[in-house]
């Protein structure tokens, strides 16, 4: 039996194509313009990975924002469940996930089935979001990827004022006024987006271990910022931006059974 | 951060006094200065009459904002500063206004201005700043019963239509009436983040939208916002709205519309409500002044 899960995110469209239990194949596309073709080129690369043609693919469960709108699928799961379905997969003993991506963020419970007990999201906010980290790295003239690394090299905490990454972004602009240097800055947006995910985890409670998955996981200065707050380690997958396509394409297998 | 583009959030500054009054024969010179997050204003009062403002940009600092914008009221009126009997600082940066006698919060300074501006019969007045939104319900004397606000969130404030001006490339004084020039009204921006209803209408215009229909959904998206602060504290009629905003009519409309009233009209400047406000009490502590002198 192959079967499929793709990830219709905010940013990225994720596929990952699994063979009786084991993955063959997997690939991330930007999702760009056109929700549709980034679809298609994405399961088209990861069949191609597989060595399989995407026709012969038994059952394709879609997830994410986008989920309505993946071509060829024959049923979806929320972000939540199959966030939580992937986890287990991937780790055992993880009780809480977090996942965040772009333009949302979700703190999961689940148990050692990775069945959902309770769950937060943010959805409204760019604050709690990957999308906030990238406006402001933008402001600093910086590439995302220097600026999670920027952040390790703080050893300043200061606290930002606004709560609304629109409202940071002049604060950042005035602490660049103020010669504050770039890693200093970089710490204090992580802690704040940090401090925002991590309220929302408080609210559904924090039981270990601590999983971070989503693309903002890739992030160093991120997670040195969440595990500051929770004064924890956190478990970051290898691959912390498929746990949901990987947990589509098992749920796939369970419903084409 | 762009030096070289064309800043279309900006809104013209200017300054004003009346010429047919003379200010040498008033009893009570008075105040308000209101330096906000993004912009000041300046009001000079004799004897409780509107005689000379001015409203600019705040600039980096919150001291020389207050003293620029009251400088610019007093231009070519043949006071100084030192002529003034009692000035008050009120809006963000109210602490810092080096040369007031008290400060005063925007709240109840709004609460003032709006019942001298738009009659004593107001009773809500929500307040469209710059980087909040105000929902204040006031007496007849104009004094504060309740109020609610959001300083949290850019989206309800004038932040996240300079947001959309800059975007769509039209002058923030020109987004209102554009986008009450569309056939139908287009549904809401569904995102409630301006970072992200910044994306939904970049989607919207690679569809085909029209920038007038992108800011007609975003107008009535920002109405929407508000009226839920609105709807916490309680709406009473008689309604009026102040701040830079109240100058949207592609916002005001649809507000009406929504909470099924029509605001009252000003023949005042909407931005000057917390400054004139604030002019207001000055003189009524100079006159307070005064009494304790002469007992």
Same mark, same amino acid.
């Given at each position: 039996?192959i079967?499929?899960?793709?990830?219709?995110g905010?940013k990225?469209?994720?596929?990952?194509?699994?063979?009786?239990?084991?993955?063959?194949?997997?690939?991330?596309?930007?999702m760009?313009?056109?929700?549709?073709?980034?679809?298609?080129?994405?399961?088209?690369?990861a069949?191609?990975?597989?060595?399989i043609?995407?026709?012969?693919?038994?059952?394709?469960?879609a997830?994410?924002?986008?989920?309505?709108a993946?071509p060829?699928?024959?049923s979806d799961?929320?972000?939540?469940?199959?966030?939580?379905k992937?986890m287990?997969?991937v780790k055992?003993?993880?009780?809480?996930?977090?996942?965040?991506?772009?333009?949302?963020?979700?703190?999961i419970?689940?148990?050692?089935?990775?069945?959902?007990?309770?769950?937060?999201?943010?959805e409204?906010?760019?604050?709690?979001?990957?999308?906030?980290?990238e406006?402001?790295?933008r402001?600093?003239?910086?590439?995302?990827?220097?600026?999670?690394?920027?952040?390790?090299?703080?050893?300043?905490?200061?606290?930002?004022?606004?709560?609304c990454?629109?409202?940071?972004?002049?604060?950042?602009v005035s602490?660049v006024h103020?010669?504050?240097?770039?890693?200093?800055?970089?710490?204090?947006?992580?802690?704040?987006?940090?401090?925002?995910?991590?309220s929302?985890?408080?609210?559904?409670?924090?039981?270990?271990?601590?999983?971070?998955?989503?693309?903002?996981?890739?992030?160093p200065?991120?997670?040195?910022?969440?595990?500051?707050?929770?004064?924890?380690?956190?478990?970051?997958?290898?691959?912390?931006?498929?746990?949901?396509?990987?947990?589509?394409?098992?749920v796939?297998?369970?419903?084409?059974? | 951060?762009?030096?070289?583009?064309?800043?279309?959030?900006?809104?013209?500054?200017?300054?004003?006094?009346?010429?047919?009054?003379?200010?040498?024969?008033?009893?009570?010179?008075?105040? /308000?200065?209101?330096?906000?997050?993004?912009?000041?204003?300046?009001?000079i009062?004799?004897?409780g009459?509107?005689?000379?403002?001015?409203?600019m940009?705040?600039?980096?600092?919150?001291?020389?904002?207050?003293?620029?914008a009251m400088n610019?009221?007093?231009?070519?009126?043949?006071l100084?500063?030192?002529?003034?009997?009692?000035?008050?600082?009120? /809006?963000? /940066?109210?602490?810092?206004?080096p040369?007031?006698?008290?400060?005063?919060?925007?709240?109840?300074?709004?609460?003032?201005?709006?019942?001298?501006?738009y009659?004593?019969?107001?009773?809500?007045?929500?307040?469209?700043?710059?980087?909040?939104?105000k929902?204040?319900?006031?007496?007849e004397?104009?004094?504060?019963?309740?109020?609610?606000?959001?300083?949290?969130?850019?989206?309800?404030?004038?932040?996240?239509?300079?947001?959309?001006?800059?975007?769509?490339?039209?002058?923030?004084?020109?987004?209102?009436?554009?986008?009450?020039?569309?056939?139908?009204?287009?549904?809401?921006v569904?995102?409630?983040c301006?970072?992200?209803?910044k994306?939904?209408a970049?989607?919207?215009?690679?569809?085909?939208?029209?920038?007038?229909?992108v800011?007609?959904?975003?107008?009535?998206?920002?109405a929407?916002r508000?009226v839920?602060?609105?709807?916490?504290?309680?709406?009473?009629k008689?309604?009026?709205?102040?701040g830079?905003?109240?100058k949207?009519?592609?916002?005001?409309?649809?507000?009406?519309?929504?909470?099924?009233?029509?605001?009252?009209?000003s023949?005042?400047?909407?931005?000057?409500?917390?400054?004139?406000?604030?002019?207001?009490?000055?003189?009524?502590?100079t006159?307070?002044?005064?009494?304790?002198?002469?007992?």
């Open positions: 039996m079967t499929a899960g793709i990830d219709m905010a990225y469209v994720k596929v990952v194509i699994l063979q009786d239990g084991t993955v063959k194949g997997k690939a991330i596309v930007l760009g313009f056109d929700p549709l073709e980034a679809a298609s080129a994405c399961m088209k690369e069949a191609e990975k597989a060595g043609d995407p026709g012969t693919i038994d059952h394709i469960t997830t994410g924002a986008g989920r309505k993946a060829n699928a024959n799961i929320t972000d939540v469940g199959a966030a939580a992937g287990v997969h055992e003993g993880v009780h809480t996930v977090i996942d965040v991506g772009a333009e949302e963020g979700r703190a419970k689940i148990d050692a089935e990775g069945k959902v007990i309770d769950f937060a999201v943010n409204k906010c760019a604050a709690g979001a990957g999308a906030f980290a406006s402001m790295s402001a600093l003239e910086v590439s995302l990827e220097e600026f999670g690394k920027l952040s390790l090299q703080s050893d300043k905490s200061i606290p930002m004022n606004a709560q990454a629109v409202f940071a972004e002049s604060e950042v602490l103020a010669k504050t240097p770039k890693r200093d800055i970089s710490r204090a947006v992580h802690d704040a987006i940090a401090s925002r995910i991590v929302m985890v408080r609210r559904v409670g924090i039981n270990n271990d601590i999983a971070l998955i989503g693309g903002v996981s890739h992030n200065g991120f997670v040195d910022a969440i595990q500051r707050s929770l004064e924890t380690d956190l478990i970051v997958p290898e691959e912390p931006d498929y746990v949901s396509a990987l947990g589509a394409a098992i796939a297998g369970e419903r084409n059974k | 951060m762009n030096e070289n583009k064309k800043e279309f959030w900006r809104w013209k500054e200017y300054n004003w006094h009346d010429e047919n009054k003379d200010p040498k024969s008033a009893d009570i010179i008075s105040a /308000g200065v209101d330096v906000g997050s993004v912009s000041s204003q300046a009001v009062l004799l004897d009459e509107l005689y000379a403002y001015s409203n940009r705040t600039g980096s600092d919150s001291p020389n904002s207050a003293k620029n610019w009221a007093l231009e070519n009126t043949g100084t500063i030192d002529d003034l009997h009692y000035t008050v600082g009120t /809006g963000y /940066g109210r602490v810092n206004v040369f007031s006698d008290r400060a005063i919060t925007e709240i109840a300074c709004h609460a003032r201005g709006g019942n001298l501006m009659g004593n019969t107001v009773r809500t007045i929500l307040d469209m700043g710059g980087q909040d939104c929902a204040i319900l006031c007496d004397k104009g004094k504060v019963k309740n109020f609610l606000m959001n300083d949290k969130c850019a989206a309800g404030t004038g932040r996240g239509m300079e947001v959309f001006a800059d975007l769509l490339a039209i002058p923030i004084e020109e987004v209102g009436e554009m986008s009450l020039d569309v056939e139908e009204e287009p549904p809401p569904s995102s409630t301006v970072v992200f209803a994306s939904e970049s989607s919207l215009l690679r569809e085909g939208w029209s920038k007038k229909k800011l007609a959904a975003y107008c009535s998206a920002m929407h508000v839920s602060l609105l709807e916490r504290v309680g709406v009473e008689d309604f009026a709205i102040t830079g905003i109240a949207n009519a592609g916002v005001v409309k649809r507000l009406e519309k929504e909470l099924n009233v029509t605001a009252l009209k023949k005042y400047d909407t931005q000057i409500a917390g400054a004139f406000g604030a002019a207001l009490f000055a003189r009524t502590l006159e307070k002044q005064r009494k304790k002198a002469s007992a």
